[in-house]
């Protein structure tokens, strides 16, 4: 039989499983990798305390996490990375963690191709979800101020693979859909082109726009985008202006979503 230990660990495992299917986010879909855990990168911030809360953590833990996965210069792959260092995690919160959650971001970079025009192509491997083993691409692109004083640069992320919308001048929407990237899909192509300015001695700026213009129908994947978006412009992570994220759609935006009505609703103010 098993011992008394053993029986109140079960059911402390029971009770924490009942807890996470009742979180506000648990009807995402994408939210868990091929081994059952959370993807963290999925989460918003709320999101993310609501979680720490449910499997026993203090709230204040989501901040910490936070900081780690998106602050700058800090974009961890693991949480091993943070040992020994300030505000790093013990490892008794890594072990804890493993078992329960990833920082994994769902897609794997291939391959760094910049051009003679100096945009530079970032090639991903999907390796979770709809559309695992299929490739998709975010673009960095350099431009200068009006006066040619500063520089700035625009990231374009993807949001599908492939594209339901048969737009003949289009080579993705030709393609057709094969699947929805999630929101840690697509915001794992914003701390890779994180990581990749940072290593690049020459690039001169930080990513100071993104628009949803690469493979995929934005609006077609909303609840995954406009998770995403809320993630970008938090202040204490990635801090990107509301004003600086949007992109092209030729959709409308699901009905009851006024345009500006929520972060991912902002881009139907730009549809093409």
Request: with cysteine.
């Amino acid at each position: 039989l098993p011992s008394e230990e053993a029986l109140l660990c079960q059911q402390q495992q029971q009770q924490q499983a009942e807890e996470l299917q009742a979180l506000s986010f648990s009807h995402r879909r994408g939210l868990y990798d091929s081994q059952g855990r959370l993807m963290l990168k999925n989460l918003t911030l709320p999101e993310l305390e609501e979680w720490c809360t449910a499997v026993g953590e203090d709230a204040r833990r989501a901040l910490q996490l936070w900081r780690w996965l998106y602050y700058d210069h800090n974009w961890v792959a693991s949480l091993q990375d943070t040992v020994g260092r300030q505000n790093g995690f013990s490892q008794r919160f890594i072990d804890k963690a493993g078992g329960l959650a990833s920082v994994d971001g769902g897609l794997l970079l291939e391959q760094v191709a910049a051009a003679k025009d100096g945009t530079t192509k970032l090639v991903f491997k999907l390796t979770e979800g709809e559309a695992a083993g299929g490739s998709v691409e975010a673009v960095l692109i350099p431009m200068l101020h009006r006066r040619g004083s500063r520089k700035h640069i625009t990231l374009c992320v993807s949001s599908q693979l492939g594209c339901a919308m048969n737009c003949q001048f289009c080579y993705t929407g030709r393609m057709g859909l094969s699947g929805n990237l999630s929101t840690a899909q697509i915001i794992e192509q914003m701390v890779v082109a994180c990581r990749v300015l940072a290593a690049d001695p020459s690039a001169g700026a930080s990513i100071s726009n993104v628009v949803f213009m690469g493979m995929g129908e934005p609006l077609h994947n909303y609840e995954a985008v406009s998770a995403a978006v809320d993630i970008m412009c938090q202040p204490l992570g990635l801090h990107m202006s509301h004003n600086k994220v949007g992109g092209g759609a030729a959709a409308q935006p699901p009905v009851g979503e006024r345009p500006g009505s929520t972060p991912a609703g902002a881009m139907s103010r730009c549809c093409v």
